[in-house]
């Protein structure tokens, strides 16, 4: 299976490309990479020792099967599409796209051409926040009633806080993924979205903080912090929690929980050092199950459009101070 | 010698108790509970003289102060039976149930001239304290958002009164409410309160909520109060600025972990966590209201501090039975 990479924009695709790198006794190939930064894509494509090319559209009409898409949130619709209608799978990075008129027109495309469109939602694939889901199916904790996240992490910069490319700050980006693990466990929608949104820890032009109060249509409370609120000299990056509270039980996961505590020098002295299952690599792993027919679809697009709808409903109260539904778009 | 007469014997009744008894400057001589086994109980253990009433116990014994350890819709009562006996009080928080009974009491005791000090404790929990003090000198700059956690299990008590939330006011009124005063204290008013809880859900003797507040300064905060843990208690507290983050979990911090093998035919063996300390926090915070006592000076904790933490529990109450947002704006000095 041949697979190309369009732009570099959002650094996990290193962590894609490595992980395409490492299904090649599976016969999957990293072909080409695509990226209108000269530069950044040159780079990548030495570093994986595949093509490069400046214009995707030049990638998307070589004979790679499939499509792995980085660039800046704004960017995807444009690129999905693309990819659709040159009959490529794609896997794209959270969040699907900035707007909701956007994420539709996504699905729509890779629907009508008969493409797969799985959106990269990797922390589905941690082993510690799998065992939870088969805790919580097993009715290990009995009827869920309630449920607290936390992805918080650092200002990433760059076109991050850049509104127009990236939709929003830390709450756009952070709360997509917890967001899709709560729905994928509770099995159920957001209704209603209470949120605080602000920029306190730079003086940036998009948020860098916020605060999240759900209600799921099934009756599960939750709240989610997406703040970008780790100093300089945490341990790693940040963190992805869950605290499920049962009528039989309460667990708590720590996704990361799986590092040893390595003391060194220079400016990060103190570090985490991950030990655990690679979910990025999992994610992969299993979008090519997908495209080869191994596997039936786990991450939809409309996984992706449900999670961007509760981060643009979060905006919403946000700037309203009132609890808000979320507007869900009826699919055809 | 400051007397002290103890009204309540449960859980905070007996945890005051022994504070006292470790105090140099302070003594419990009469003790009163509508239990009159377990009054009689705690006298005993303590030396003091058992009473059914205050009325009684204030007949017999030469006091200086009434230590209220009742349920919370009692603490009314006893407050003003106790300013128009011109003693000096000891409240257990939260200070009452409504902000009516609340104003009622700071009114009796000020007409009556005698202090009035609200067990807001976890301002005296050293890590707690410190926390404060390294906000209050900017070691963290300017402060984004703050987390607080506590909770453990469905407590049990006299009546089962805290499962009554027209007692307890839930754990919103009656726990997370030592949050709530924490974090005014370190970064004053709240203006706005959204909170969601199982209060209203249909499910017994299990509690769980979540609290958004926004205070006046701009920080945003995230309070989570429970008594749905099958077991233990918890506390956490994260406070994250722009000069750094601090970041405490109690079962981080055990200094002593004890796990006992089970006794044959027994079941399962038990763990006990201890953090040993020279001093718990209820006696620091006693031990500084007798010290206000003696030096006339201003408690860490004020009444009207307490009237506003019942405020901000009061409108989480609210919030989670509305569905609304509480705006608390129109705080007034
Ligand atoms: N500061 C803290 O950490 C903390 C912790 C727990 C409770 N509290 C507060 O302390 C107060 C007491 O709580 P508790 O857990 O000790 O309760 P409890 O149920 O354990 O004890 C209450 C005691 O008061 C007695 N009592 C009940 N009604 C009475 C009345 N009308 N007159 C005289 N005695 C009466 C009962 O017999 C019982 O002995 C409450 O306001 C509670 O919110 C504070």
């Given at each position: 299976m041949k697979v190309g990479i369009l732009?570099?924009?959002?650094?996990h695709a290193h962590s894609y490309a490595k992980s395409v790198l490492a299904l090649s006794t599976r016969g999957?190939?990293?072909?080409a990479i695509a990226d209108d930064d000269v530069a950044r894509g040159k780079a990548a494509a030495n570093q994986y020792s595949c093509g490069f090319y400046r214009d995707y559209q030049e990638l998307l009409?070589?004979?790679?099967e499939a499509v792995i898409v980085c660039s800046e949130n704004a960017r995807h619709a444009e690129m999905v599409v693309a990819a659709a209608e040159a009959g490529k799978h794609v896997l794209c990075?959270?969040?699907?796209?900035?707007t909701q008129k956007d994420a539709l027109r996504m699905i729509r495309a890779c629907k009508e051409n008969g493409v797969i469109l799985q959106i990269a939602f990797p922390v589905r694939f941690s082993r510690p926040i799998a065992r939870l889901k088969e805790m919580v199916d097993e009715r290990k904790l009995g009827r869920i009633v309630a449920v607290r996240g936390t992805n918080r992490g650092q200002n990433p910069g760059g076109w991050f806080i850049d509104n127009a490319l990236s939709g929003g700050g830390a709450v756009m980006d952070h709360t997509v993924h917890v967001i899709d693990v709560m729905r994928w466990i509770l099995k159920s929608e957001v209704r209603e979205v209470y949120a605080e949104v602000d920029t306190h820890f730079t003086s940036i032009p998009t948020d860098d903080c916020g605060q999240l109060v759900l209600e799921f249509e099934n009756g599960v409370f939750a709240s989610h912090d997406p703040s970008w609120s780790r100093p300089a000299s945490y341990p790693t990056w940040g963190d992805v929690t869950l605290e499920v509270v049962g009528t039989s039980g309460v667990t708590n996961v720590n996704a990361f929980a799986q590092h040893f505590d390595y003391f060194g020098q220079g400016p990060r002295p103190y570090s985490h050092q991950f030990w655990g299952d690679d979910m990025d690599y999992l994610l992969i792993r299993n979008f090519v199950d997908v495209v080869e027919g191994k596997s039936a679809p786990l991450i939809t697009g409309v996984d992706g459009l449900r999670a961007l709808e509760v981060a643009l409903a979060a905006y919403e109260s946000g700037r309203t101070h009132k609890p808000v539904p979320v507007h869900r778009a009826v699919l055809e | 010698m400051w007397r002290i007469g103890l009204v309540g014997t449960g859980t905070m009744g007996s945890v005051h108790a022994h504070a006292y008894s470790h105090m140099e400057d302070a003594k419990v001589v009469g003790i009163v509970d509508i239990d009159e086994v377990a009054g009689t109980e705690l006298a005993n253990r303590y030396g003091a003289v058992a009473y059914s009433s205050l009325e009684a116990l204030l007949a017999a014994q030469e006091v200086d102060v009434i230590d209220v350890c009742v349920p919370t819709p009692w603490h009314r009562e006893y407050v003003e039976k106790a300013a128009t006996a011109k003693k000096h009080v000891i409240c257990e928080k939260p200070l009452a149930r409504t902000l009516e009974d609340a104003q009622a009491m700071m009114d009796a005791c000020e007409r009556n001239g005698v202090r009035l000090f609200v067990g807001h404790v976890v301002r005296f929990f050293p890590e707690y304290q410190m926390a404060h003090d390294a906000v209050a000198a900017g070691n963290l700059g300017q402060i984004g958002v703050v987390r607080t956690m506590r909770g453990g299990q469905y407590p049990t008590a006299w009546q089962d009164w805290y499962a009554s939330p027209a007692m307890s006011g839930t754990l919103l009124v009656d726990m997370v409410i030592h949050d709530f005063d924490f974090l005014r204290w370190c970064f004053g008013d709240v203006s706005r309160v959204y909170a969601k809880s199982m209060?209203?859900?249909?499910?017994?003797r299990l509690d769980h909520a979540f609290v958004s507040l926004r205070f006046n300064s701009g920080v945003i905060g995230h309070v989570e109060g429970t008594?749905?843990?099958?077991s233990g208690f918890h506390t956490e507290l994260e406070i994250a600025g722009q000069g750094g983050l601090i970041a405490h979990k109690s079962d981080d911090a055990v200094p002593v972990h004890l796990e006992l093998r089970a006794e044959q035919g027994q079941g399962q063996g038990v763990m006990v966590p201890d953090s040993p300390m020279l001093k718990n926090p209820y006696q620091l915070e006693l031990e500084h209201f007798i010290e206000c006592l003696t030096d006339g000076k201003e408690a860490r904790v004020t009444p009207l501090d307490a009237y506003r933490a019942l405020e901000i529990g009061l409108a989480a109450l609210e919030s989670v039975q509305t569905g609304q947002v509480v705006e608390l704006g129109g705080v007034k000095e």
């Open positions: 732009s570099f924009a959002h650094g999957v190939q990293l072909v009409k070589t004979d790679v990075e959270k969040p699907i796209a900035t | 209060l209203g859900r249909d499910i017994n008594w749905a843990y099958p």
